[in-house]
């Protein structure tokens, strides 16, 4: 058994355009959950990809789209160009792996259907893509939780709904990755925070608050894994 990787990860998640507002600090990963925007038109991708780019105080960028991303993901495959041209160096993923510092990161942009945004699928046909995240992923980037980890949301008047928004067979799959670390997501503003269950630690990293306001804590995680 060699000496433990030991990685510093900086997560963020759902700014909504606000990312000027923050200062990260130096790390080896900087992960964006998604919601980059608000409608995902290409002024606002260039905009946030020249941002990403100057980050130059992490070593990799690995990042997902997220539902809010509507007109980036309408004008696939030539709208990567968008992002691609403002920041070459950072992994953008939608629904791929990349082996990182040795470990094997996997993100996807995919949701539960609301509204009729980005990525969105209806329970019938969300199962193919969880599936279809590799057994051996390390680390795993969803724009949504899973069922009852960090997704509650609230009204309009800040009462806690009581419903979940989590979706039930990403939980299904997560279960079954047995080499799974961490897992990071956005998505539902008002649940920002950590949860740990078997084995795995979940963060809802996202910024933006309910309002929209970029006041939540960035997620910061020391992540140790042992090397053979």
């Not at 993901?73 to 403002?86: D, I």
């Not at 995919?110 to 509204?115: L, S, V």
């Not at 649940?191 to 809802?204: A, F, I, L, R, T």
Request: with cysteine; proline share 6%; net charge negative.
């Amino acid at each position: 058994m060699g000496d433990p990787l030991k990685l510093k990860i900086v997560a963020i998640s759902d700014t909504h355009n606000r990312h000027s507002k923050l200062v990260i600090p130096e790390c080896d990963i900087l992960i964006h959950a998604g919601d980059w925007t608000g409608m995902g038109r290409e002024s606002e991708v260039r905009n946030f990809a020249k941002w990403i780019n100057k980050q130059t105080q992490a070593k990799h960028t690995v990042l997902i789209p997220g539902n809010h991303e509507l007109e980036f993901e309408n004008n696939l495959p030539a709208s990567l160009l968008w992002f691609k041209e403002e920041a070459p160096n950072a992994h953008l993923l939608i629904n791929e792996q990349v082996t990182i510092e040795g470990i094997k990161i996997y993100g996807s942009p995919i949701t539960p259907f609301f509204c009729d945004w980005a990525w969105n699928k209806w329970p019938h046909e969300i199962g193919p893509y969880w599936e279809a995240i590799p057994d051996d992923t390390q680390i795993l980037i969803t724009h949504g939780p899973p069922h009852d980890i960090l997704d509650k949301t609230t009204y309009a008047d800040g009462v806690w709904r009581a419903d979940r928004l989590g979706c039930y067979a990403l939980g299904h799959r997560i279960r079954k990755l047995k080499d799974l670390d961490l897992h990071f997501f956005g998505h539902i503003h008002a649940s920002n925070g950590e949860k740990h269950v078997d084995g795995v630690s979940h963060y809802n990293c996202c910024i933006c608050d309910e309002q929209y306001n970029p006041t939540q804590p960035i997620t910061i995680v020391e992540y140790e894994n042992e090397t053979i």
